[in-house]
């Protein structure tokens, strides 16, 4: 396997955790979290050291091996832990594929069933693993610069159709809301950060100055997550904001650069497409890497339950609420376990 | 196998991207406005569409269609006028929408449910009351008679504010919110002609009654909604004129006193008194005229949608809820106490340093 550069590792991690905000991450945290989603992003940063700890920790034990071997060396029941990991992470990725997917249908083809576009993107993510893993994070670091600059462009677009007063009162329900939010932050997002673990830390060179970069990485999209918010609330305000499927992509309707370059947001939005392929393909090849299913067989089972499954927006936003956090437990009980090992074995 | 993969992807490619879902430009029709009103349980609606097809008119200017349909609800109104037009209605170029003044006093709720849901029409597009026959407003010019009222009624927001344009996104921030109440811009007929008339206040999603041009500004001073304007008031018995380029409208709450703070400078547009313009003393006069005019009359406004509507257009109860949320739970809209400060500052005369008519 050839080395992944730094860079291209900790912008994957950036986008990985971006990648659910703009869909159900940003729906569900406005549901929980109402007017305080601000404060639950402020916790929820602080809570993800947490999961940051336990992921270097995790990295940096036998620092040759993926994280199949590690539990392969740590369990003895090794392969019930991968099985189980595998049917979480699967799950999850069952939601967040329709999540896309349901996105590019109701807003942009409306006559198009579905399946169609999933195939194309299903194309895309057995194509992309196929080739070398570097290649994911090839691309993946290319595609980061361009998410950054068209983000940059909805920020300065939209600056002054915020209305700040919007983001008030704050806490007037107690500190239960944004906590519960910045839970949901956690579960919704902040959990992908795992799947890189199935990169060993020995591929990734100059990994001495990984950790710091990982860090930049999560206070950056913390920044975005909480300039998305007050950019939502602020410009929607959150009686509105809260009845959206998409509220951001609505936001970025409003985007205007210079009084004359507008309806410019299905150009930007594409960052979140952008952001989806990368974790879809990265889940993919991480099961891939764990089970030895092939991608494609993965790519097709995921197609097809997707279809089965989700036969509607509704059925799907009922099934997440619970899928969703029942898989993100699993995959915390999982890490935590081996983190635990780690530990006592020293 | 290499080969075979190629010829899937290459299949995949051409057969199902977006060719699934095209729609030729001539095959729509591409919507500016869209009139609704209601008779018994149908929706009446008038939809004004871009002529496409090649003109040979002299001018080569581009003309509309009007088509009208009628159904149980809009979107069924709206599918069925597909029995008139040869070409489907794409909504995403939608200038505005006209809503009939007696639809409007039964509820539009139908309506912003609709627009909310409708994710073709980009939410931009502009929301007017009707005073006269919706059909009629729309046939008064055969060019896009939605552009042109949309045209009208920026400019007038821009030179005179004495009008509250109003996107349906920014109708929809309000509607969505129980704490304010919409104000929506009307319009009439003046003789064939297509005239910006009274200001339309809601309650809930039912008009109730109008405010007129000048309640229009004072609305517009007190939301920060004017950017150029003029004002008038009897300076020494004689109509005198300042033209406002700069306003600045701060409101706060505490122990429920709302303190609206106003301050608006520009220069003397018109003086019919003849007083010397050249001691300060005189302009800290006629500012000082104008303040006490303007705080009078805006006071006596905001009493008047207190007592005779009972309609939050202000969205007092919603800066209570967010700058002062302890006292909330006691809002009265009846019993606001109002603290209304007005600061004029006249910085130029214009050319003239003294009156010509000394």
């Known amino acids: 396997m050839h080395k992944i550069n730094l860079l291209e590792y900790v912008s994957t991690f950036f986008m990985i955790i971006m990648a659910p905000f703009l869909g159900m991450g940003l729906y569900n945290l406005l549901i929980k979290a109402s007017i305080d989603s601000s404060i639950s992003v402020i916790i929820g940063y602080i809570l993800s050291f947490a999961f940051l700890i336990i992921f270097i920790r995790i990295n940096d034990y036998k620092s040759n091996l993926d994280l199949k071997d590690k539990i392969n060396v740590l369990f003895k029941r090794s392969k019930l832990i991968i099985i189980l990991f595998s049917i979480a992470l699967f799950s999850m990725s069952l939601c967040l594929s329709y999540n896309i997917n349901n996105f590019i249908i109701s807003q942009f083809l409306s006559e198009t069933p579905i399946i169609y576009t999933m195939i194309i993107l299903g194309m895309l993510i057995i194509f992309i693993n196929s080739k070398d893993i570097t290649s994911i994070f090839r691309v993946s670091n290319f595609l980061f610069y361009i998410n950054i600059i068209l983000i940059m462009i909805a920020i300065f677009g939209e600056y002054n159709k915020i209305e700040l007063i919007n983001m008030l009162p704050i806490l007037t329900n107690g500190i239960n809301r944004p906590i519960i939010g910045s839970v949901y932050i956690l579960i919704f997002q ?57 509220p951001a992509y609505i ?14 947001e299905n150009f930007i939005i594409i960052h979140w497409v952008f952001e989806m392929f990368i974790l879809l393909s990265l889940i993919t090849y991480f099961i891939n890497k764990l089970t030895n299913i092939k991608n494609y067989i993965l790519v097709i089972l995921n197609i097809i339950l997707c279809v089965i499954i989700f036969r509607n927006s509704t059925l799907y936003n009922t099934i997440t609420k619970v899928l969703i956090p029942i898989s993100s437990t699993i995959i915390l009980i999982i890490i935590i376990m081996i983190y635990l090992k780690i530990k006592k074995t020293g | ?38 008779d018994g349980d149908n929706y009446n609606l008038v939809i004004e569409v871009l002529k496409t097809e090649t003109s040979s008119n002299e001018e080569n200017k581009i003309e509309t269609i009007l088509y009208e349909s009628s159904g149980k609800t809009i979107q069924e109104a709206l599918r069925r006028a597909i029995l008139k037009s040869p070409k489907r209605l794409y909504a995403n170029h939608l200038y505005m929408i006209l809503i009939d003044e007696e639809l409007a006093k039964d509820g539009i709720a139908s309506i912003m449910d609709l627009f909310f849901r409708d994710v073709e029409s980009r939410k931009q597009f502009y929301v007017l009351i009707s005073k006269d026959d919706i059909k009629k407003v729309l046939e008064t010019t055969d060019e896009i008679t939605a552009k042109s009222l949309v045209e009208r009624l920026k400019v007038n927001d821009d030179y005179l504010s004495n009008t509250t344009p109003i996107t349906f996104s920014k109708l929809l921030t309000k509607y969505a919110n129980p704490n304010i109440e919409m104000v929506i811009p009307s319009v009439k007929l003046n003789d064939k002609e297509i005239v910006i008339d009274d200001t339309a206040i809601f309650k809930g999603d039912k008009l109730i009654g109008y405010i007129d041009e000048h309640e229009s500004l004072y609305y517009s001073l007190i939301m920060n909604n004017v950017s150029d304007t003029v004002l008038t008031s009897l300076y020494k018995n004689e109509y005198t004129t300042i033209e406002i380029n700069n306003t600045n409208t701060s409101i706060n709450v505490l122990n429920n006193t709302f303190k609206i703070k106003i301050d608006l400078s520009g220069y003397i547009a018109e003086i019919n008194s003849k007083v010397d313009l050249t001691n300060p003393e005189i302009i800290k006069e006629i500012e000082d005229t104008f303040e006490e005019d303007l705080k009078s009359r805006i006071s006596k406004f905001i009493q008047k949608v207190i007592d005779k509507y009972d309609t939050d257009i202000f969205g007092f109860k919603d800066l209570m809820y967010k700058k002062d949320f302890k006292n909330y739970k006691d809002f009265n809209f009846k019993k606001l106490n109002f603290d209304i400060n007005i600061d004029i500052l006249l910085k130029y005369k214009g050319n003239g340093v003294k009156e010509l008519n000394a």
């Open chain 1, 251 to 264: 936001v970025m309707k409003e985007v205007s650069i210079f009084g004359f370059i507008d309806k410019i």
């Open chain 1, 190 to 246: 902040i959990i992908y950060m795992f799947i890189l673990l199935i990169i060993p830390k020995d591929n990734v060179s100059n990994n001495k100055h990984m950790n710091i970069g990982l860090i930049i990485a999560m206070t950056l999209a913390f920044i975005l997550f909480l300039i998305i918010i007050i950019y939502t609330i602020g410009s929607l305000g959150i009686d509105l904001a809260m009845k959206y499927h998409y």
């Open chain 2, 1 to 38: 196998m290499k080969y075979i993969k190629i010829l899937i992807i290459s299949l995949f490619i051409t057969l199902i991207t977006g060719c699934y879902n095209y729609r030729e430009l001539n095959d729509l029709g591409i919507t500016t406005a869209v009139g609704i009103s209601k």
